[in-house]
Each structure stands twice: as C-alpha cells, then as structure tokens.
C-alpha cells in the first residue's frame, strides 16, 4: 500500500509565504508526475503545479511566478513554495504522484491540508 501524506499547511496573511510537503511510503518500484491540486469551497479541484521525474515543471496560470515545485527522488517527497499568497489562494491542497506499484501504474493521493490566506 502507498501512502501520500502532506504538511505545512496553515494560516497566513495576504503578501505571506507557506511551504507544503509530501512524503510517500509503502511499497513501490518508483514515482513519476508528482502534483499539487487544490480545491476551494465549491468549486472543483484543480491543478497547481506538476513535477516530472526528471523535473521538468508545469504550473496553472493563477500561481505561475509565486509558487515553486520541487522533488527529492531519493527521498519521495514533493515540495510547493508559495509566495505572495493571495486569500484566491485558500483551499485544501492534495497531493497527488502516479506510482509504479506491482500492478502498474496508479495514482495516489494525500489527505489533504489546509491553506488559508486572509487579507
């Protein structure tokens, strides 16, 4: 079984910086496309920030220039740096990694934590 967890989340005011990590353990042969959604109230998922296995990065519009994701393969974690948060920024954000398991190739997910930005 794999687990995603993350962390780092919180509360922070407008202008502010927050750093979530997360770390996968289990059993598996490897991790490829590692990601960040979010999801705010009522409104549907989406896709931050994607890291490949080699590092190549792709980020949705609205963070591009503020956030930065990173990996650590030896250690099977991912990390998202947001500056200058906005309170736009507010929401639970998951954790997501496609992981070569046994079986293929599956996707995971974290519970879940929370990023609230006030102004």
């Known amino acids: 079984q794999v687990q995603l967890v993350e962390s780092g989340g919180g509360l922070v005011q407008a202008g502010g910086s927050l750093r979530l990590s997360c770390a996968a353990s289990g059993s598996f042969f490897s991790i490829e496309n590692m990601r960040w959604y979010r999801q705010a109230p009522g409104k549907q998922r989406e896709l931050v920030a994607q890291i490949t296995s080699i590092g190549i990065t792709y980020y949705a519009d609205s963070v591009k220039a503020r956030f930065a994701i990173s990996r650590d393969n030896a250690k099977n974690t991912v990390d998202l740096q947001m500056n200058s948060l906005k309170p736009e920024d507010t929401a639970v954000y998951y954790c997501?990694?496609?992981?070569?398991?046994?079986?293929?190739?599956?996707?995971?997910w974290g519970q879940g934590t929370q990023v609230t930005v006030s102004s």
């Open positions: 997501n990694a496609d992981v070569r398991v046994r079986t293929g190739c599956q996707a995971y």
